[in-house]
């Protein structure tokens, strides 16, 4: 029997009218969870660092469409910019009720190539900014009784990858933080997961050339934003499921 009040709970559009916070949303995952949040009925914050311009033509094209969105600048490399992103989304929108952490910086690197500097820019944004936003929401959700976050993760936390040390051991960091936030939150109305995509089209992190990638793919084919924004929306849209890290790579890494 559906509860009075709990519709988030019970499927339906549970996002609808929830204010939402994404960020990397100039890149072809995070304009493809846009379009996906946006048709749910969520109110979006669309975040982006140096490159603005197709977050803020999403943004254009879900107004248009009768939605609720507002581009925001933040270099995730500082460590102030996390609460200021924050700041700007709650002053534009109000509160946030879920956090998509999808912006992440992947350049190609072998061990010998990093520098401490290469390794502290790969932390603070693919890690350190997930936390910190993390950490700015969760009074807020734990007060409301409501929150959803999802950490985009990679196949490389699992199996170390080959966009560099550096990029694996932070997105592993996250799988670390999702299952620390995961167990003390649920009992608040709060789910935490992450989800580990690979080989996906339409991204600037693809490590090498699509057709020699295509081969290593048991499914045979590169994935496709669509199907990650797919995958996300069901994640957020379920209020039992928690403290997972879930793949979406065809059949790469079975677990």
Known sequence: MTMPGNRAAYGGRALAGRVALITGASGG?????????ASEGARLALAYGANGGPAKDLAVEI???GGH????QADLRSDE?????????ESKLGPVDVLVSNAG?????????IAVSDFDDMVAVNLRSPFLLAQRVV???????FGRILFISSVAAFTGGSVGPHYAASKAGLH????????????????????????????????????ELRARIPAGRLGRPEEVADLVVAVLGN?????????????????
């Open 81 to 89: 910019a996390p609460a200021a992103l924050i700041a700007a989304t």
């Open 29 to 37: 995952i995070g304009q493809a969870i846009g379009r996906r949040l």
């Open 239 to 255: 209020a039992y499921l928690t403290n997972q890290v879930i793949g979406l790579d065809g059949g790469m890494y079975p677990r």
């Open 139 to 145: 009074p807020g959700m734990r007060e409301r009784g």
């Open 63 to 65: 107004i248009a469409t």
């Open 176 to 211: 670390g933080l999702t299952h620390y936030l995961a167990v003390r939150l649920a009992s608040h109305g709060i789910t935490v997961n992450a989800l580990a995509p690979a080989l996906i089209t339409d991204t600037a992190m693809l490590p090498g050339d699509p057709e």
């Open 69 to 72: 969105a507002v581009p925001v």
């Open 105 to 113: 910086l992947g350049r190609r690197q072998s061990l010998e190539e």
